[in-house]
């Protein structure tokens, strides 16, 4: 399961019914990617027009295919911000955990760092 965190302005329950049905639409568009059991939660309203939502999704291949999950995330992530973009909304992915997970010398003094990590997008409101 992965969940996926931000913080949005949604403006009308009109933005926010688009929203949705453009996460689905998505999420459906990859069946071999995603199972289409998603949820899309309301975690707290902040103001009236600001919210935290959430986003959980089921990937559809085993836990141990690391590098293939990470660029299922990473490609999930970036079509959230596409589809906040067209909608107009406002938004914030909160930050997200960042784990070292290999650390490298190479013959050259040069380091190789393999992170497991969902990077934080920003967009200024």
């Known amino acids: ?4 965190v931000a913080s949005l302005m949604v403006s009308s329950i009109d933005d926010f019914n688009a929203l949705k049905k453009s996460i689905q639409m998505y999420i459906k568009s990859k069946p071999m990617h995603w199972s289409s059991k998603h949820t899309l939660l309301v975690k707290e309203i902040e103001t009236i027009d600001k919210m935290k939502l959430k986003l959980c999704v089921q990937h559809t291949i085993n836990h141990q295919n690391f590098l293939e999950k990470s660029t299922r995330t990473s490609e999930l992530v970036f079509e959230l911000k596409k589809i ?3 909608l107009g909304i406002k938004y914030h ?3 997200q955990e960042v ?3 290999q650390v490298n010398m190479s013959n050259t003094g040069v380091y190789q760092c393999h992170l497991d990590a969902v990077v934080p997008l920003k967009k200024n409101i």
């Open 1 to 4: 399961m992965l969940a996926i």
């Open 84 to 86: 906040f973009d067209n």
């Open 93 to 95: 992915l909160l930050p």
């Open 99 to 101: 784990h070292l997970t």
